[in-house]
């Protein structure tokens, strides 16, 4: 007869699991939702708004669909590099055309700008588990979890101070001095999540040369390209540290410049030292991604490559990215001009900024004024109106901390 186990002292397997705290922004965005009050302004919710307060699927996107419908005729499997079309179209996007030429850049697919820095994080843990990465504080929540759950070290630097509204460049400079040959450095390529500041040309030209001298590897996050001063723009500090560094990372992200968010879709591109090296990182980006999520979903993909390879969808496109981008700058502008301590805001890009506020000030906005931001102050200025911009800003004035 088999012989019956003891278990009886321990646990079963999930009830070795701890509780995870609900995550800070989704319980915000509920809270606001709840709130019945008609006037509340959300600015907590981290995706564009248009002047009547939705997030509408743009035109081209739309148009996009009903071709595909129309048109596609299978379902069957892609492989992990996802749509290799799509890829080859985003690469002049992000690295201009001559960039775009580059053989020792590869690109694949991915889930969403998150899928890319988790894929980019496993390569770099697969290549060298000794490698860290540098990145600047404050930073996008996610960052540190996608970078450490790879297993790679993430090294905090100092990036922006609230209170002064400035980058704190110099000492960004200065603790980048401890990075080993090999080592990486996050920067966001524009529209830097959760200030808003972004390097301006001559620091990149810096970090640029200072990364190539010290054999260091950027690893640039490029979430918003097109959202900031439009898309040339935006990508030129990419551009210029992919340039100059031997060897790099890119995490491109297609769902808020193409608004489909929920279709998870953008792609990772890596600079090797040579051709035949950037086909080494290409067939171990398969492989990683094979264990992950086999293959990127495709549809957010085939809605960009059907956009991009049109001219009129591709022009339509263009044109309302323009807009979403005219938006916030008028917005920043508008909140700039109605108080001194406010000026920062217009000279800051994307759809995050900063306001130098303490925390009881937050619950203070949020209780009496129905203004509804994330606890570190962070905002987003796309989700105030024409309507509402001079009374969001009147509230907070009263509220800084400096
Ligand atoms: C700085 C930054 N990087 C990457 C991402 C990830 O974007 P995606 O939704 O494409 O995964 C975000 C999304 O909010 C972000 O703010």
């Keep these: ?59 081209a996107v739309k148009a996009a669909e009903r071709i595909l419908v129309e048109t596609q005729e299978t379902k069957a499997y892609l492989g992990s590099a996802g749509d290799t079309r799509f890829v080859d179209l985003i690469r002049p996007i992000v690295f201009g055309e ?16 998150c899928g890319a820095l988790r894929l980019g994080a496993d390569l770099i843990d697969k290549a060298n588990s000794d490698a860290r990465i540098f990145v600047g504080q404050p930073t996008w929540p996610n960052h540190g979890p996608l970078i450490e759950c790879a297993g790679v070290e993430m090294v905090k630097v100092p990036y922006y101070d609230t209170r002064s509204r400035r980058i704190l460049f110099d ?84 769902d808020k410049n193409f608004g489909v968010y929920r279709e998870r879709t953008g792609s990772l ?20 991604a094979r264990t992950m999520w086999s293959m990127p979903p495709d549809h957010g993909a085939a809605i960009v ?20 981008c ?27 900024s900063m306001l130098p506020l303490s925390r009881d000030a937050v619950l203070e906005l949020r209780e009496s004024h129905g203004i509804y931001m994330a606890d570190s102050g962070r905002f987003n200025v796309v989700g105030l109106s024409d309507e509402n911009v001079d009374r969001f800003a009147a509230a907070v004035v009263e509220k800084l901390d400096g």
């Design 305 to 324: 490559h059907t956009i991009l390879d049109d001219p009129e969808l591709r022009a339509d496109w263009n044109a309302e990215l323009k807009e979403m």
């Design 98 to 113: 001559k960039g775009a030429r580059d053989e020792r850049i590869v690109g694949v697919q991915t889930p969403g700008g």
């Design 326 to 352: 005219a938006r916030i700058r008028s917005l920043r502008a508008r909140l700039s001009a109605y108080d001194e301590r406010l000026a920062f805001i217009d000279r800051q890009n994307g759809m995050f």
């Design 1 to 59: 007869m088999a012989e019956a186990l003891t278990v009886a002292d321990e646990p079963m397997l999930f009830d070795r699991l701890e509780s995870e705290p609900t995550d800070a922004l989704l319980q915000l965005i509920a809270l606001a939702k709840a709130d019945p009050r008609p006037d509340k302004i959300d600015v907590g919710v981290g995706v564009y708004r248009d002047a009547a307060g939705g997030t509408p699927i743009l035109r």
């Design 171 to 254: 000492e960004m400079m200065e603790a980048l001095k401890e990075a080993r040959p090999g080592d990486l450095v996050l920067l966001h390529g524009c529209c830097h999540n959760p200030t808003g500041a972004d390097l301006s040309l001559d620091q990149w030209r810096e970090v640029a040369d200072f990364i190539a001298r010290r054999g260091l590897v950027p690893y640039v996050d490029l979430a918003y390209q097109g959202l900031g001063n439009g898309l040339e723009a935006d990508a030129q500090g990419t551009r210029l540290v992919v340039e100059a560094a031997e060897q790099a990372l890119v995490a491109q992200s297609c």
């Design 269 to 288: 591109f890596v600079k090797a030292s040579s051709k035949a090296g950037a086909e080494t990182v290409f067939g171990n980006l398969l492989q990683l």
